[in-house]
C-alpha cells in the first residue's frame, strides 16, 4: 500500500536554531516527491521537486534531498517568516496519484 | 493569470442540502483534482480528471461527482450534505507529472 508518513507532526526552534522535516515513503514506482509550504487559511504553496535518490534542491533557507525511502527537509538558520506547516507528497506510478502526508507544523520564534 | 480560483471561500449548509463547489483555472492545465484536508488526516483525494470530459474517483469519493465539461472547471458537487462533510476543500491543477497549483479552498460546515 502506497503510504507517506512525515515527522514530527510539530517542531518548534528558536530563530537561528538548524533543523530537518523528514517524509519517509512506501510507493510502487516513485514519479516525483514534493515539498509544500502552507501557511494558516491558504493552499500548499510549491516548493520543490524530486525525482531520483541523491538529487537535492535548495531554495533561499530551505534545502530538500531524497533517498530511496526518505526525503528531508532541511531549514538552515530558520526565521519567524519560515513558520508554516510543510506537507510532502509523492506521485505513485500506480495511476499516477498523489499521496499526502499530514505534514510538519512549524513554528519559529523570535 | 488568477491561477486556480475557487468559490465560495466559506459556505455553511444543513444537512441533507445540496450545492456545488466551484473551481476555474487559467492555466491550461488538463489535469485537475479535488481534495479534502481534515485535521490529523492530511490531504485526501476525492476525485480527479485528465481532461475535459474525462473524470475518475480518489480515495473517498463517496457523496461527492464531479464533471469536467471544459479544461477551465472542474465544479464539485455535494448531493447531500452530511456533518461527516465539514471541511475544507481544495482544488488543484497541473500539467502531467507536474506538481500541483492549490487553490485557497472552501471550508464549508455542515449542521
Known amino acids: 500500500e502506497d503510504q507517506v508518513t512525515q515527522s514530527p507532526e510539530a517542531l518548534r526552534l528558536q530563530e537561528g536554531e538548524s533543523s530537518s522535516l523528514n517524509c519517509s515513503y512506501t510507493?510502487?514506482?516513485?514519479?516525483?516527491l514534493f515539498w509544500y509550504r502552507q501557511d494558516p487559511g491558504k493552499g500548499p504553496e510549491f516548493l520543490f521537486t524530486l525525482y531520483s535518490a541523491g538529487e537535492e534542491k535548495e531554495k533561499e533557507r530551505l534545502k530538500a534531498t531524497l533517498t530511496k525511502k526518505e526525503s528531508f527537509l532541511h531549514i538552515t538558520a530558520p526565521k519567524p517568516e519560515d513558520s508554516a506547516t510543510y506537507l510532502c507528497a509523492v506521485r505513485s506510478s500506480t495511476l499516477g496519484r498523489l499521496y499526502f502526508g499530514r505534514g510538519t507544523q512549524l513554528t519559529v520564534w523570535p | 493569470n488568477a491561477g486556480v480560483t475557487q468559490t465560495p471561500k466559506f459556505q455553511v449548509l444543513k444537512t441533507g442540502q445540496s450545492m456545488t463547489l466551484q473551481c476555474a483555472q487559467d492555466?491550461?492545465?488538463?489535469?485537475m483534482s479535488w481534495y479534502r484536508q481534515d485535521p490529523g488526516m492530511g490531504l485526501r483525494l476525492i476525485h480527479y480528471?485528465?481532461?475535459?470530459?474525462?473524470?475518475d474517483q480518489g480515495e473517498v469519493p463517496n457523496g461527492y461527482n464531479v464533471s469536467r465539461s471544459t479544461t477551465e472547471d472542474f465544479p464539485l458537487r455535494l448531493l447531500s450534505a452530511a456533518p461527516s462533510q465539514t471541511s475544507v476543500y481544495f482544488c488543484?491543477?497541473?500539467?502531467?507529472?507536474?506538481?500541483?497549483?492549490f487553490g485557497n479552498g472552501t471550508r464549508l460546515t455542515v449542521t
Open positions: 510507493v510502487s514506482g516513485l514519479r516525483g
Open positions: 492555466m491550461n492545465h488538463e489535469y
Open positions: 480528471s485528465v481532461g475535459a470530459g474525462i473524470t
Open positions: 488543484a491543477s497541473s500539467f502531467r507529472d507536474s506538481p500541483l497549483h
